[in-house]
């Protein structure tokens, strides 16, 4: 009768862990499944945020390219556009830079070094690290837009023949840490990709070859999301 009232015991037991570890075992699926689909949303929506910053900044550097490497659309960028340039780059790479990488941030305060001398004297703005006429051209002369007088001392005047490599090396730098961060792949393409317009990084997601800098409808280059 003890043996027979065990048995009965040890099928109850049974027949009430079996549901309840079913039901544990679901539960503890269910909770790991809803962290893996939260932590993919988590890093789809990190991916949208970083192409949506790309995309503000990437005409910008562009910009700025253009600008110091007498290249591209140089003639329509004003001293103004290039102060204002760097405002705006400076804002949001400091408001995002914990979205961004410490690369990324590395490489663009490394980028505006070249560019810029910051720290000029109480109330005065950074100024800019280039000629106003050099042999490539004469900014004054053959700008599109009116020339300001005043705009002759934001500029340092120093000779940029050799640092326009510099520049775009680094232009190179920043803008393969911008593709890295977001996890762009790039396709092999004909060699002779060419870049550099007003309209330029949003339809090309993937960045340019700094080295030649031009219009963007002569660019070929082809990207693919990793994401």
């Not at 037991?13 to 932590?39: E, H, M, Q, Y």
């Not at 800019?128 to 005047?157: H, M, P, V």
């Not at 004909?190 to 339809?203: F, L, M």
Request: charged share 30%; with cysteine.
């Amino acid at each position: 009768m003890d043996s027979w009232s065990s048995l009965e015991v040890a099928k109850l037991i049974a027949s009430i862990l079996t549901p309840l570890s079913v039901v544990a075992l679901g539960w503890f699926i269910n909770r790991r499944l809803k962290k893996l689909d939260f932590r993919q949303w988590s890093n789809q929506k990190l991916v949208e945020k970083r192409l949506a910053l790309y995309d503000e900044v990437a005409p910008l550097l562009n910009k700025l390219l253009c600008f110091y490497t007498w290249k591209g659309y140089w003639k329509d960028i004003s001293p103004h556009d290039v102060i204002e340039a760097k405002r705006s780059l400076d804002k949001t790479v400091h408001i995002y830079k914990y979205v961004l990488s410490e690369r990324l941030v590395n490489e663009y305060e490394n980028f505006k070094k070249l560019l810029f001398e910051e720290y000029t004297g109480v109330g005065r703005g950074a100024m800019i690290r280039s000629e106003i006429q050099s042999g490539l051209g004469d900014r004054r002369k053959y700008c599109t837009y009116k020339w300001d007088k005043a705009w002759d001392d934001y500029f340092t005047n120093e000779g940029d023949s050799i640092k326009r490599k510099a520049i775009s090396d680094q232009y190179d730098g920043l803008m393969k840490a911008f593709k890295d961060l977001i996890g762009i792949q790039e396709m092999e393409t004909p060699h002779g990709s060419t870049y550099g317009d007003k309209e330029d990084s949003r339809r090309n997601v993937s960045p340019p070859s700094a080295s030649t800098s031009a219009r963007p409808d002569e660019s070929k280059r082809q990207i693919l999301l990793d994401l």
